[in-house]
């Protein structure tokens, strides 16, 4: 009876010391993420990325997210989804720099007198930004070290970006 009753009283310890550790962590991990829409003439772009960070402490916060991106051009269609990581680093609450590893996979058709053609491939890149952080909401630049022009769905290899965390 003593062995069960200390038994119980040890998971009921560990029970409280884990709750409060996953408290502590969700306590910490922030959501955001962005959404794109754009439209012209015979084009249409939308894009959606989630995502979740864990902040380390006030400088450090690393996490994940999901990419989805459609687009539509005349008859030739885009449709690129992915995840990523990044870390976020602020030396100074104002200043952000950032490295991101986002992996797509992309399923291109274009259409052609005759048939269609698909062009189906993953596309790596590695970004490395820098921006202005003020509360949630950080605005800057980010540079594609792996940027390739015949095979990135980005028009270049530097593309702004705005984050917003909650």
């Known amino acids: 009876m003593k062995h069960f009753i200390v038994g119980v009283l040890l998971l009921i310890g560990f029970s409280g010391t884990s709750q409060k550790i996953s408290n502590d962590f969700w306590d910490n991990v922030r959501f955001g993420g962005g959404i794109g829409l754009g439209f012209s003439n015979n084009y249409f772009n939308g894009s959606i990325s989630p995502s979740a960070i864990y902040q380390i402490n ?14 539509k051009f005349n008859d030739d269609t885009l449709l690129a989804y992915g995840g990523s990581i990044l870390t976020l680093y602020n030396p100074i609450p104002y200043i952000q720099i950032s490295g991101e590893w986002e992996q797509l ?49 980005y028009a270049n290899a530097l593309t702004p970006f705005v984050r917003l965390y909650f």
């Not at 006030?58 to 687009?71: I, P, R």
Request: glycine share 12%; proline share 2%; no cysteine.
């Open 58 to 71: 006030e400088q450090f916060s690393s996490g994940v997210g999901l990419n989805f991106n459609y687009a």
């Open 105 to 153: 996979r992309i399923n291109r058709t274009y259409a052609l007198e005759g048939g269609n053609l698909k062009d189906n491939y993953w596309s790596p890149a590695l970004f490395l930004g820098l921006g202005y952080s003020q509360r949630n909401v950080t605005f800057g630049l980010r540079y594609d070290v792996l940027y390739d022009e015949n095979k990135s769905i």
